[in-house]
């Protein structure tokens, strides 16, 4: 049967279908936690400006302005222009919003599945049942979440997903298509698309990926695999090149945006005066508080659970050559760690002299160690050998029932804060609209907006948004926060 220990002894095939189910049940919460926020997400702070300012442009007039005056991510803010333009009922966007997230975390999971099931393959000749290896997907991402250092704007923040999130996404995406055995044009036509899209989003991303694609290439023509007077006669290498073209070619038009130079600066558009936040004058602006927040216990015991895969893919003897193989897998997976760390503040020192990159601009470092973490527990767990039954029966049903317990208590706080934040959020768009029709209110007083857990607070009250609502909504009157 598919689980994660797998013997003859009927103990063991207890408390293996006991730490499946566990995994199992892990997984589908999780899923349920992030429908939950994804539903009850609502447009925050430059969510809504950028709303005001997609009003009546068409998606040309919108890229132009956005990358003369803002930045030169041309692909993703495309990507941004279609969500928020995807309805003109302010009211509604929350479901484009829900439609949007169900299309990402199916991407994501199919991108992972594809990857899992192609790397145990590779590493440990064999296979595993599409339930588990499904699971595991799911339990990636969830990991990935809380480990994310600004999980809220990464995550939440639809402004920042295009970039940050949606990046990593694509870039798996674009693995598991490279990693099919039978491509077609289609394939070929998405790999294309992916490539475009990384070199036309997140620049510190798009140097990264493409340092990796550099040591790939310098990898195989000193391996022999690939070598340019073979060109014409592989077919994969020939497609795989013109997709890194394509993807050099969106960094180019990325990079020379003149908006690039205004990043960071006031600037004005129409009546709306905006000013990007201002960070402290630090280089390196991680500190030691960002790592004690309790989401990196639950992102550790979401690395953990690949313990228990490695125990199940465990072998009948583990060699000293296999070990050899396996510490030369760990320190190449260091790889992209150590990259992202060194491109990002490099980044930072050369390009960004006035403000830091702020905690979201670190997500593929996330994203890096937290696979770092699952590769180790995966490693450790395959050729660990247990001569205590009862040690390793412990360690199957211990750690999934801790991680779900984890899960369900962030599920339930979640839920039953951002529902409220929702429902207080719908009502306080209405009660702007229905104030519309009456000509005799100059001034109109609302309730503040209560906590919006795991989401960013739409700043009601302040100039900045005020605005941006006049003109999404079309009212006249001045609105005042209750104290």
Wanted: charged share 15%; net charge positive.
């Amino acid at each position: 049967m598919p689980g994660v220990l797998k013997t003859n002894n009927p103990l063991n095939k207890t408390v293996a279908f006991i730490s499946n189910n566990l995994i199992y049940l892990s997984a589908f919460v999780f899923i349920l936690f992030y429908l939950v926020l994804s539903f009850y997400n609502r447009p925050t702070n430059e969510d809504v400006n950028f709303i005001s300012i997609v009003k009546g442009k068409s998606i040309f007039e919108f890229i132009s302005w956005f990358y003369s005056t803002w930045c030169g991510r041309w692909v993703s803010s495309s990507y941004y222009y279609f969500i928020l333009s995807a309805t003109s009922v302010y009211q509604h966007i929350h479901y484009i919003y829900f439609i949007y997230y169900i299309i990402t975390i199916c991407i994501f999971i199919y991108a992972l599945n594809s990857i899992i099931k192609f790397g145990i393959n590779k590493l440990f000749h064999t296979s595993i049942d599409p339930k588990t290896s499904t699971a595991y997907s799911v339990l990636f991402v969830a990991g990935f979440y809380f480990s994310t250092f600004q999980n809220i704007e990464v995550w939440w923040w639809i402004f920042a997903t295009v970039d940050h999130l949606q990046g990593i996404i694509i870039l798996l995406l674009a693995m598991a298509l490279l990693l099919k055995q039978k491509k077609n044009t289609w394939h070929f036509i998405l790999i294309c698309i992916c490539f475009i899209y990384l070199g036309g989003s997140y620049e510190v991303n798009a140097m990264i990926i493409g340092a990796l694609f550099l040591i790939a290439f310098i990898y195989l023509f000193r391996k022999k695999i690939i070598w340019f007077s073979d060109f014409g006669k592989q077919y994969f290498f020939k497609r795989f090149v013109i997709a890194f073209i394509l993807f050099l070619l969106s960094f180019l038009v990325s990079i020379s945006s003149p908006g690039n130079m205004k990043r960071g600066k006031t600037y004005v558009r129409d009546h709306l005066l905006i000013t990007t936040q201002s960070y402290a004058n630090t280089n390196f602006p991680i500190n030691v508080n960002e790592f004690a927040q309790k989401k990196y216990v639950v992102a550790l015991g979401l690395s953990s659970l690949w313990l228990l895969l490695g125990m199940k893919l465990k072998g009948s003897a583990s060699t000293t050559q296999n070990k050899k193989r396996f510490r030369k897998i760990i320190l190449f997976a260091t790889l992209p760690l150590l990259l992202s760390i060194l491109i990002t503040y490099l980044f930072q020192i050369l390009f960004l002299n006035y403000y830091s990159i702020p905690l979201r601009g670190w997500t593929f470092t996330c994203f890096s160690l937290f696979t770092l973490f699952c590769f180790v527990f995966l490693i450790i767990g395959n050729q660990i050998h247990f001569s205590n039954t009862i040690i390793k029966s412990a360690f199957a049903i211990i750690l999934p029932l801790v991680v779900s317990v984890f899960l369900l208590s962030y599920l339930y706080r979640q839920y039953t804060t951002t529902s409220v934040y929702a429902h207080e959020y719908d009502k306080l768009i209405t009660q702007l609209i229905e104030a519309k029709n009456n000509k005799e209110i100059k001034v109109l007083t609302v309730a503040p907006l209560p906590d919006s857990g795991m989401f960013l607070p739409l700043e009601i009250g302040t100039p900045y948004i005020d605005g941006a609502l006049k003109e999404i909504l079309e009212f006249d009157y001045e609105i005042e926060v209750k104290k």
